[in-house]
């Protein structure tokens, strides 16, 4: 039951959630009185809304700015990198409305904006996971490394002990774990070595089995390349691979195994397969969005800075899974909470690169 | 024969014309495909939700108005000369060198190389569904020769003089070398050149990610690309606001590409030879055709045409080689079929094309309808253009079907024949 | 005796063509009847609407006495008629049992299965009834035309035909293979079947039937009793006019060596060997003759001499100079003119008009093409000048190749090759499936060009024909050629016996293996 | 002509199959036989890939969607009309198959099916309404096949993600959570390598089925016949009384249908659509046109090419993982479609039906 909905006013202006769709331009057809606080422009990855993971983190971050500062938003889903400046330009040259903030998100926008940001000087812009050396650009990082470091230590710690709950359990004698890449990238790379250090830093002997899907939205493979580590004997694999990474749930759930989420805190956007997701290394992108937001309505945007978020900062982490987090054992996560400090403090050195 | 008579065999062999008739199909598909298109837009926006009603059909409100969403992406595609919703209609901000429009005009662009690129070889009856492949290829190869050569060369206008047409014709070679290969499976293994091409796309696609993320890759950066060309090196937008990514250079370069293949085809013994294979190889072969080579040599010249596409893809748009090059070389064969395999044709079917696509991004901003509403109009303007009996035989209801004379049974029969 | 078949005033209009013209036309039972007529006289189309391919635009088809109104062929098979194509009906890959039982496969297992052994053993037995020699396992795309054609008319018989209509069904036979088929008609006959042919031959129509039906224009113009006529009445009734029915190539002394041909051997387009150890010479001002059954290699003999095929073993010399490994272009510029024998396949572009058509193999030749360039213009006089020579009709140089009728595309074929000014014209079948009056035509501009010192080579199945214009005729059978015989001292019976593959001089011949199925 | 020649036919015929399925096999005992030698090397991995059940049952589930819209290609190009439009047939089908389920609800039953199997019936209903169209436009109108192939393959492409942006806000659906699920067969999935035959998705066992049912219905039956026949020579079916039309219409059908079962299983198999640039078939169905002219348009050959190309995915995603291994990902990607080229090369032509791409007119206007 789609179609318009008039007369029913309690659905407020920014709700763009509303029975099984949802409306992209709700924003610009509805102009309140008061008007908003801000205009913000979200250019999306690739692999676009509903990964469960990146993108919908992004999304995510100005939802929340949207309720808190009443900012407005408008999106863009590119569906190649060459629409990345056509969009960007779009928002920047847009006078109805004039966006305060262009959001671009994912390192694949990074040549795109080096071209967009010079030539809209008085547009602000920021960028999730690359840096544009630009001062209206507003850059944010991830150590990536340090959360995945935690994952793997997690994974490293359980797969040589009994270990089982929800639909999963652990082969305790065989020495090995995944690790699912979307595209092989200098960033996928950081995720896997992070993980790789993390895993021996549990147990030298475990081997990791790395492979890469060669996109971030073909999950079909992911099922399979997640399904043949399973078949080999991994127990838990761990994925870097955006909406790939669905197929490594699944591939989970029919094997009886575990997985390991990203980006997101995936046992809550994907509940279907909480009984499976050990654990998620959050990346809060939807922190690294509210923060510029946040900057640019109080109009202290920091245009030309590079803001790096790691451990300390809560800018990545492993959350345990919404459903199984409370079956690890507590020695395991007592260890987590050692290591999270070691690194916090620096005793613990991550590589970001893959040999 | 009366003179009349002879005026009436030369109106009808007028009428059944094929340019003529073309023309009329084509723009009969294309109100078709928006009429259908129309359609699709008023169930979608019946099937999400929205606030306000944009259009109100038969009591029944509609999120998505198709009027609009047409408005909206011709609008869009010219940059937005018209105010849609205020009276004095015309945008008096207006600038034919504007963004949108550019984007229309670098999008035609390109298509014209890789249609006549299409164009080529279907007309040599080949059904070359490779030139994606030779695009991505010859673009591959110009980026990676004006990286290396860039530095040798003084900078500024004469570097760029000397340097981009060479650019152009290494991504030509290329594109026109791997554009040979199918070419020679055909003529000397007899493999189906669909088969070949198809899979040769695949494989192209593959080489030049390998090559770019192993050997030629950018350092600074976490993309597949190709360190980026110095600006002097490429081609620069003239007149069209910076970022726009059209150079008037490279669409003059297309368009007189456009009129030397029309002048190849038609006028040329090559293009009779290439012409003759493709509509009857055995006849082809009887006239002294040597159809092995003129196979591969039709598809060296079809590959070089979709490699300059590549090139210019590069040159004017990117800036560089990057993983993830569009589907030009698909759109290409559109482009083409379109078009009549017509290289004349080629141009008003870029042109359309390239308004959709642009358009398409208006309409998104504009209305809300995804953006992918344009593929299927792509989708349902082919569909549509391979059907003429079915407007033949909206036609003949409305009789337009020209009155035939009846002759002795020994007379033949005039204006070709009707399929 | 009752009359099987009777078309009361059927007139059949075609987009601007009246194909038959209130045409009546009475056939007994149990006797066979032949259809006359030019081409384009409507012969095809009136056979058609007794099949029930097309509805009669105007008059009514009786079919033993009865008013029948046939929507498609399926009503015509119920009614007992059957019919056998100019073009054969049949599909390649298929063996000749499934072709029989097409479209009535016996069944079992509930009908969900073709009863394989059931079809194979009824069209042994249906075989076997007739006296008809086929072998319902072999693929139709492997046996010779003779036993497509009985493929075809067992199919009918299959079916339960009465009554059996077959298309030019001579065209492509031997003369003994047209004896045999005329043997089956008697057979058929005698069962109380009835026959109707269409044929160009008069002397055929004569021998075999026992009334001659002519139809012109679309209109019959006469039923003769075949023991009553004469073959002058039967041309002069078909064409309008009196004719020349038999080519005479008078005597004429023959210059120096044009084309010799050496031990020459090729294989099919198959890889199978085609032609095995030819040799031949023609000289200027002769006409040498290649007579034969298709399929006995004459085709590829004639690709590798005009270029189009590369011969495995021996040597081709023209004009003096080997030619053997020369490109097919270097030949034609070299002036070999040649008329193939498939003009929809490679003489003519047929999306091509004829302005295109007349410089097909010229497009390179500095005549119409200086600097690479085509000069349009002239190819347009070119074309236009043909079509008024050569009598093309109707005479529209832009009109697409293939909107013309087969006779009309030969005539320009033809001109093309002759107004070439060849040393050597190579014409295949160059009247096949014309009427009477172009053929005349055509025989007579062969003989003018080789009155002018022009050598001719000239491949034809029309024995009348080749014996008629050449002056030194080989007989080819299963690649070879059995012999070189004086045509002007040799008689029809002989020729036929070579086409055979049967030597006079039965001790030399002994090694050869037996012929096999090919006849 | 001779009997020999017959003989040498059927030999080029021989040669053929003999040459593919020589090849293949002499390719496997190379592997085989330096794998033995040097266990410890890469072809020890690569056999130890080969021979592992893992690989099989993968391979298997990889090429449901290959071999089912090739069998539908054969159908309907054997019958006359080429079906280049499998790829979109595929692609309406995967989103048919996921958004019916979606909107009856995953954990939904209705009439005692549960609704994956309603998406999964929708899914192929959807693909033979859109075959059906198909077929009308180039049976009905005429139109030139492989243009209306394309066309059809466009609009899907542009369709489903259209549609599920319209519905979900992004070209992606939402993930189902559940999917086909497997059937095990007991005792027989217990048998080392081959049990992965009888422990698989519905699916594979649906192809398995579907193979020797097509040919079987091709060769055995009277409409198998009616269908080649109207392939290579319409003219001579419809003299026979045969409607040349219908079988046409029914091929067409056919192969929507099959291509159906194939797209809704491959969508279903993951619970999800995904409508990102070629969208999830990425392909398949241009490969499937491949594994029939690959399998010399015999359903048995296309099953084992479709299986060819599965086997060399499956096995390049262990490959993958071999540590220390070097050759990069993208390249082994290639190597199906390399092996497909110089295939090709070496083998030359297979027979296409010869009427293929023709219309078929009974000739007279009148009717
Ligand atoms: N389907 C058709 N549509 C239009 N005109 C046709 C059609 N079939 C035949 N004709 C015309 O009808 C006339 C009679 O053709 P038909 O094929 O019956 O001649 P025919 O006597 O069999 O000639 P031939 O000896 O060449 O076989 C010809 O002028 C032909 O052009
Ligand atoms: N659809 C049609 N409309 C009009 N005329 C037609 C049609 N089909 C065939 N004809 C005409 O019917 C005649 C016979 O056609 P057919 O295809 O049998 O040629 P052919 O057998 O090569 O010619 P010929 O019988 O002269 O050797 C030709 O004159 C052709 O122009
Ligand atoms: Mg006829
Ligand atoms: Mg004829």
Redesign the pocket.
Known sequence: TGGPSEGSQETTATTTESSGGEETTAAEQTTEESGPSAYVGMVYALGGLGDKSFNDAAKRGIEEATSEFGVEYDEAQPSAAEEFPQFQRRFAQSSNPDYDLVSCIGYAQKSALAETAPNFPEQNFMIVDDTVDEDNVASYLFREEQGSFQVGYLAGLLTTQEFSAGSGSTTPDSKNVGFVGGVDAPLIRKFQAGFEAGVAHADEEITVDAAYAGSFSDSAKGKEIATSMYDNGADIVYHAAGGTGLGVFQAAKEQGKFAIGVDSDQSQTEPNYSDVILASMVKRVESAVYTSVENVVNDEFNGGTTTTLGLEEDGVAAVYGAELGSEIPQDVKDSLSESREAIIAGDIEIPTTTE | MSAAENAKAVLRRLTAASATERILISFAALIMAVLVGAVIILVSGRITTCQTAATTLFGTGFCYDPVEVYLVLFNGALGEPFLLNDPALFNPDWNPLNFGFALTLKETTLLIFTGLSVAVSFRAGLFNIGTQGQLVLGGLATALFSFFVAPLLPSGLVGGLILIPLAVVIGALVGGLYGAIPGALKAYADANEVITTIMLNFIAAQIAFVLVSEFFGNPDSQVVETTPIPDWATLLPVAFPQGGDFSILALAFGLALVVAVWFLLEQTSFGYDLRTSGEQPEAAEYGGVDAKRTTVTSMFLSGALGGMGGAIWVLMVMGKWQAGVPALGFDGITVSILAGNNPFGVVPAALLFGTLKSGSLAVQFGTGVPKQLVGVLRGLIILFVAMPEFFRMLGSTIDLEPDRETVATDG??LGGDDE | MSTAVHLDEITKR?PG?VANDDVDLTVERGTVHALLGE??AGKTTLMNILYGLYEPTEGTVHVDGEPRDFDSPADAIDAGIGMIH?HFMLVDPMTVAENIVLGNEPRKWFGTTVDRERARQEVIDLSNRYGFDVNPDDAIEDVSVGVQQRVEILKALYRGADILILDEPTAVLTPQEVEELFRVFEELTAQGKTIIFISHKLGEAMHAADDITVLRNGKNVGTVKADETSNEELAELMVGREVLLEPKAEPQEPGDEVLSVQHLSAKDNRGIPAVSDVSFDIREGEVFGIAGVDGNGQSQLVEAITGLRTPTEGSISYKGGDITDASRRSRIADGMAYIPEDR?ERGLVMDFDLVQNGILGSQHSPTFAADGRINWSDARDHAERIIDEYDVRPPHADADAE?????NQQKFIVGREFEREPDLVVATHPTR??DIGAMEFIHERLLTLRAEGKAVLLVSSKLDEVQGLSDRLGVMHDGELMDIVDPRNTTEEEIGLLMAGERPNAAETDAEPPVGDAQ | MSTTTIDRLRDTELSYRATLAGGALSVFLLIALLGLAFPSSIWGNFLAILTSRSTLSSALRLSVPITFAALGGIFSEKAGVVNIGLEGLLIISAFTAVITTAVVGPEMTVVGLPAIWIGFFAGILSSVLFSALFAVVCIRFKADQIIAGLAVWLIALGLAPFAATVYYGGVNTDNLGTTLGTWTIPVLSDIPFFGAFFDADPAVYMMLVAVPASWYVLNRTAFGRHVRASGENPKALDTVGVDVSRVRYAGVLLSGFLAGIGGSALSLGLGQFVGNNQTMVNGKGFIAIVAYLFGNYNPIGAFGASFLFAGLEAAQIRLQQVPGYAIPDSLIQTIPYVTVLVILALVGRTRIPEAAGEHYDT?DDNR
């Open positions: 033949g029969r | 075609f063509v081409n384009g100019q929809h909107s013309f009728s087969g006779g499936g014309v | 000739g």
